[in-house]
């Protein structure tokens, strides 16, 4: 096409247009030679902050929805820094009488960087005059919509107003940045707020606001719904999850550096409610009851979510209504409840976790110095309390343990050393699990620089606990 050529694609409202414009989206222009400099440049530089940002959401497991918008933001961003760094170099000039020359011998019209932006896409949807009366425009003519663009500007301005009418959705876990904690520095141990352990009825305020925010932006792998699922799971069959927790936030009594959930933010969890134990009852009702009637089966009804479920200060009245919905729609079903044991210390938690038919409690140390380090607990409890409260379920509990490696705060940690294993081992020996589940990390951690154990050594501990007369899985 030769410059200003028009091809009407829909009647005289969407028309094919050639233009050319030095600048910006819909042909906004910096002048001068230095502006159109300044223009690309600036561009490169925010496309490659545009890209780390992007990785970053990826690795975190941000939402879909936000890393489509950042993705079409950068999309087309890239479109328009092509046409600015190359045309200039493999076009002639276009002009009004005479179409453009692909690769001309004599050189492109510009140099590297310099090059015209291409809009085609021209929607004169619109046309009239303003009224008299109107201040300013009052009988001039007006159009919409008079910009020419591309493709690279529909992608970035879709992509804005994506985020913008979502905003609230992709970005609400950020409310009251302003009193973010920054992340310890090497050598510093985050300070005692807490001396005692929390009983579910205080869970909200025994957490400690000296939880870790690295990486703000990180939601973590978090649930929308107090019932999600079901999903197939290796360890669990047909798995029903059931969520007690703040929906899009974690709130834990750990704050473990490996937890696909993220870091626990307890400042943003103290302004949420728990779901009540009524709401829980129902959506889980009305679950079981869709499956049922749907002839869909399910194994296991998983107490997991944003979380600690333990927390919940109804969790014993919460399971026994589980039991009740259970043995109505799917006897043969189990109940498996996944937790860090923190307050299995508690009559009524640990009267309720008996009820169930898997009570998964999390032991990933053998040493309090790796507790205290892979755990990193909220508030103050140490390996020989959880141990204790482990004892007194007298092996009807299953252990699982994820084993980890890696660096945090300018500290190394490894629990598969043969110092961390043997005393892990003594544990194992002494509480008799009727189970132990071995596992790796398997999705993004909110801590950097935190490694994924090699299947040989997980095999290799397994054997190790079998030796012990205890039987052993491991999920690689």
């Not at 009852?281 to 009637?293: P, Q, Y």
């Amino acid at each position: 096409m030769t410059l200003g050529q028009s091809i009407p694609v829909l009647g005289d409202w969407f028309i094919i247009h050639f233009t050319e414009n030095y600048g910006m989206a819909f042909g906004l222009e910096f002048s001068g030679e230095y502006g159109k400099l300044i223009l690309s440049v600036f561009r490169i530089v925010a496309v490659l902050f545009i890209g780390w940002y992007l990785y970053r959401l990826i690795r975190k497991n941000a939402s879909p929805g936000l890393i489509a918008c950042i993705s079409l933001i950068m999309a087309g961003a890239i479109g328009n820094i092509i046409d600015s760094a190359f045309y200039g170099l493999i076009f002639s000039e276009s002009l009004f009488n005479q179409v453009a020359e692909f690769m001309p011998e004599a050189g492109g019209y510009g140099s590297f960087l310099h090059g015209k932006v291409v809009d085609l896409f021209y929607f004169p949807i619109i046309r009239g005059t303003f009224p008299s009366w109107m201040p300013f425009w009052g009988d001039q003519q007006f159009l919409f919509f008079r910009p020419v663009f591309n493709v690279a500007d529909s992608a970035i301005t879709l992509g804005v107003f994506w985020l913008i009418i979502f905003q609230k959705k992709y970005f609400s876990h950020q409310n009251n940045s302003n009193s973010l904690l920054p992340e310890p520095k090497n050598g510093e141990q985050k300070p005692d707020t807490v001396n005692a352990l929390p009983t579910p009825d205080r869970a909200q305020e025994a957490i400690s606001l000296d939880s870790i925010d690295k990486d703000e932006d990180n939601r973590g792998f978090l649930f929308e719904q107090i019932i999600f699922g079901p999903v197939k799971s290796r360890r669990l069959g047909i798995s029903l999850g059931v969520n007690l927790l703040p929906l899009n936030i974690k709130h834990c009594s750990f704050n473990c550096l490996y937890c696909e959930c993220g870091w626990t933010k307890a400042h943003l969890a103290q302004g949420k409610k728990l779901h009540a134990k009524e709401d829980v009852r129902d959506a889980l009702d009305m679950k079981l009851s869709s499956m049922r009637d749907a002839q869909k089966p399910v194994d296991t009804i998983t107490f997991a979510g944003n979380g600690e479920p333990t927390l919940h200060p109804d969790f014993a009245a919460i399971i026994d209504d589980a039991i009740i919905l259970r043995d109505k729609y799917f006897p043969s079903a189990r109940i498996a409840v996944l937790s860090n044991a923190s307050l299995a210390g508690n009559k009524e938690v640990a009267s309720a976790l008996m009820k169930i038919e898997q009570n998964i409690l999390k032991l990933d140390a053998g040493t309090e110095e790796s507790f205290q380090t892979i755990n990193n607990p909220s508030f103050n409890i140490t390996l020989s309390q959880v141990i204790e409260n482990l004892k007194q379920f007298r092996g009807q509990m299953i252990i699982q343990t994820l084993f980890v490696r890696g660096t945090y705060a300018g500290k190394h940690f490894d629990n598969t050393t043969e110092k961390e294993v043997s005393a892990w081992l003594n544990h194992i020996d002494s509480l008799k699990p009727k189970l132990v589940m071995i596992y790796p990390i398997a999705r993004a951690t909110p801590a950097d620089h935190v490694e994924k154990v090699e299947d040989e050594t997980l095999r290799s501990i397994a054997k190790r606990v079998e030796a012990l007369g205890v039987q052993t899985e491991v999920y690689l």
